[in-house]
Nanobody, 126 residues
Framework: QVQLVESGGGLVQAGGSLRLSCAAS????????MGWFRQAPGKERDFVAG????????SYADSAKGRFTISRDNAKNTVYLQMNSLKPEDTAVYYC???????????????????WGQGTQVTVSS
């Protein structure tokens, strides 16, 4: 089973940028679709962005469109989330996840992702 480790979170002012990274090990990274999710205190975990195995297809939540960019480097077994124009409502724990089955379709639902990282905290101050 693949292991995922996120990094790059932190405290940033509104309007600032952060780049999250997720390093994978123990699996065949290039065969997995990858996703970023986030969970704010007292709220459910929500889909943020997803990317297909080759990087040729991406999907974004409405809240992320135009501000966030997901990308991957299969040679480095790493997926990234570039976050620009951050807002206080982006404050959450951000999780990286792998969709290891039915990878013909890039899913946006939590139950389709079967390997998860431990999360990284992103805090945006106003």
């Amino acid at each position: 089973q693949v292991q995922l480790v996120e990094s790059g979170g932190g405290l940033v002012q509104a309007g600032g940028s952060l780049r999250l990274s997720c390093a994978a090990s123990g699996g065949t990274f290039s065969s997995y679709n990858m996703g970023w999710f986030r969970q704010a205190p007292g709220k459910e975990r929500d889909f943020v962005a997803g990317i297909s195995r080759t990087g040729g297809s991406t999907s974004y939540a409405d809240s992320a469109k135009g501000r966030f960019t997901i990308s991957r480097d299969n040679a480095k077994n790493t997926v990234y989330l570039q976050m620009n124009s951050l807002k206080p409502e982006d404050t959450a724990v951000y999780y990286c996840a792998a969709q290891t089955s039915n990878t013909i379709v890039l899913y946006t639902t939590i139950r389709r992702y079967d390997s998860w990282g431990q999360g990284t905290q992103v805090t945006v101050s106003s």
